[in-house]
């Protein structure tokens, strides 16, 4: 089956990093995409990772191994306002999105 | 631009009554996909549309219909509310079927079947 799995809940200093990981499996694969939402909000995309490697934009930066299957958002100098839900897709073989539960990040002073 | 607004935002059912959520967008946009989002669950697809007069089931399509008569608008109608379909919905649109293509959702509609 298809499955995605990220860590339900976590919780970070401001000034800090922190990283946000998910691993996929997907009948095929297609690319490995980052949303936020915010608390009673809409999703809004953050990137979109399709080859190997770290792709950085600004204070965000997403990382994806497609043989291990594996992805992460890493998230500098943390701000209060990065107090969201933070959402991993992947992308199937029928261009479908496998969504993950999402990953509550709770940022304190 | 409004980019992608849905109506009614908040809705309260019984069971058994018939409602439609509207989905309407200005962004000239081919793709357009209704999802659910339930609390501890990924979003999950109910129907989706890649084309005026076109549409297509998803993942959850049991309970809702679905219609594109205009390429602008994507109405999801519940013909007989049941309390399983207590949820959010997000309608949401692309240019390239998702292909790399990042999606644009709606504010969401919270509806709740009593």
């Known amino acids: 089956g298809q499955n995605i799995d990220q860590p339900t809940e976590m919780t970070a200093t401001e000034g800090a990093i922190v990283q946000i990981n998910c691993t996929y499996q997907?009948?095929?694969?297609?690319?490995l995409f980052w949303y936020q939402q915010h608390a009673g909000e809409a999703p809004t995309f953050l990137s979109y990772?399709?080859l190997d490697g770290l792709e950085e934009k600004g204070r965000f930066s997403s990382f994806l191994s497609r043989s291990k299957g594996y992805s992460y958002l890493l998230l500098k100098e943390l701000q209060m306002k990065d107090s969201a839900s933070y959402l991993c897709?992947?992308?199937?073989?029928?261009?479908?999105?496998?969504w993950g539960a999402g990953t509550k990040l709770i940022i304190k002073p | 631009n409004a980019g992608v607004t849905q109506t009614p935002k908040f809705r309260v059912l019984k069971t058994g009554q018939s409602m439609t959520l509207l989905c309407a967008q200005d962004?000239?946009?081919?793709?357009m996909y209704w999802y659910r989002q339930d609390p501890g669950m990924g979003l999950r697809l109910i129907h989706y549309?890649?084309?005026?007069?076109?549409?297509a089931k998803g993942e959850v399509p049991d309970g809702y219909n679905v219609s594109r008569l205009k390429k602008q608008n994507f109405l999801l109608g519940l013909e007989s509310a049941a309390p399983s379909q207590t949820s959010v919905y997000f309608c949401?649109?692309?240019?390239?079927?998702?292909?790399?293509?990042?999606?644009?959702f709606g504010e969401g509609s919270r509806l709740t079947v009593l």
């Open positions: 962004m000239n946009h081919e793709y």
């Open positions: 949401a649109t692309s240019s390239f079927a998702g292909h790399t293509g990042e999606l644009f």
């Open positions: 549309s890649v084309g005026e007069g076109t549409t």
């Open positions: 990772n399709v």
């Open positions: 897709a992947a992308m199937d073989s029928n261009y479908q999105l496998i």
């Open positions: 997907t009948s095929g694969f297609n690319g």
